[in-house]
């Protein structure tokens, strides 16, 4: 067995209790490695203390040391979640809670997720004074509009304020997308409880394609651990019976995304252990190409941070922006090789968009 499969196994365990792996001598370090590039260590350093793996005494004592500090990060975001929706709520204005500690509650142990910022959708229409209603109670407030989104702090809990959830490539796919938005994060919504304060997240056939296709844009974008496909194979194993999967398989055809969708599946299936009937379009054909896609998910781990580039960026700003062209065809080159169709359309936005910003950027010298 190797390292990756242990990894996997326990991973497996973790989520869904059964027999135990065994842990192989020599392979406890590459399983860690793994665990932290995936941002997975609660779930994993969990299910080795209860299952009283063999682990010295020192590792041991660093896991439980991690999974106290996860379980301080999570009171601590959720409080901030409480407080921040709850004066959103009171002063009339609809937010819902995107990702993160929405999804933690699919866990077995909600404690056990890694932790990450707040996300929360607001609309453009409202998203200014939703600053500015949260202003008072934060300890700092980013000056602009960062892309899609406006951050501030409140404590160490970072929150985003979302205008919109994706910027997608071209006009026909945000028409369309625009739409599915307005209508998953305005309708159905799910309501969960922080601390006594209703909280609503998104509608569950619009979360199940929304948690898909956050983590397939950043795939094709950098990189993605598996916490990401964690939080999207629980949502589909808790809410099985709430997802519609005709309209899913609309918002998968309007998309273009049938095809990434059945490979990220196969991982949900084979490597994770979701049952089949729990995937909606489950394809075993899709099963070899999805070899390719968890070979660089396991190396490449969240956003990337896996990956080593050859050299340093280049200081200067030309020369600077030079080698990020480098680096993007040569991961357009990689993902054509899986997804041709969202490959192009990504690679094409993301040279349109560099070469804008250069443009600009030129003007204000």
Request: hydrophobic share 40%; charged share 25%.
């Amino acid at each position: 067995m190797t390292e990756e499969q242990a990894y996997l196994s326990w991973l497996r365990y973790a989520l869904w209790g059964g027999c135990h792996p065994e842990l192989a001598e020599g392979s406890l370090s590459g399983i860690l490695e793994l665990a932290n590039r995936q941002k997975t260590r609660g779930l994993v350093f969990e299910a080795m203390l209860r299952c009283g793996a063999a682990l010295p005494e020192e590792t041991a004592a660093r896991m439980k040391e991690l999974l106290l500090r996860l379980l301080s990060t999570h009171q601590m975001l959720d409080a901030a979640v409480a407080q921040g929706l709850g004066t959103l709520r009171q002063a009339g204005i609809p937010a819902v809670l995107l990702k993160g500690q929405g999804a933690a509650r699919n866990y077995p142990d909600p404690q056990l997720r890694e932790c990450g910022d707040i996300d929360i959708y607001i609309g453009p229409e409202r998203l200014e004074e939703a600053v500015r209603v949260l202003t008072p109670l934060a300890d700092k407030v980013d000056d602009e509009l960062l892309g899609k989104h406006w951050e501030l702090w409140i404590g160490q809990a970072e929150l985003e304020l979302h205008q919109h959830t994706m910027l997608l490539p071209t006009r026909r796919l945000t028409r369309v997308y625009r739409a599915m938005e307005a209508d998953g994060l305005r309708h159905g919504l799910v309501p969960l409880d922080f601390g006594g304060v209703r909280v609503d997240t998104p509608e569950d056939t619009f979360n199940a394609f929304y948690l898909f296709f956050h983590a397939w844009h950043h795939f094709i974008e950098g990189g993605i651990g598996f916490r990401q496909l964690c939080d999207w194979t629980l949502l589909l194993h808790r809410r099985q019976d709430r997802i519609d999967r005709e309209r899913l398989r609309a918002m998968l055809d309007g998309m273009r995304l049938l095809l990434p969708w059945q490979l990220f599946g196969c991982i949900a299936v084979h490597d994770l252990g979701l049952p089949e009937h729990e995937l909606p379009f489950y394809d075993p054909a899709r099963y070899d190409k999805s070899r390719r896609v968890l070979a660089i998910i396991l190396s490449e781990g969240n956003f990337g941070r896996g990956k080593r580039p050859r050299r340093e960026r280049p200081k200067g700003y030309l020369a600077g922006k030079a080698y990020s062209l480098h680096l993007h065809i040569i991961r357009f080159l990689q993902m054509f090789r899986i997804a041709p169709g969202e490959a192009w359309r990504s690679f094409v936005a993301t040279i349109f968009n560099g070469f804008g910003r250069i443009f600009k950027d030129l003007r204000h010298k």
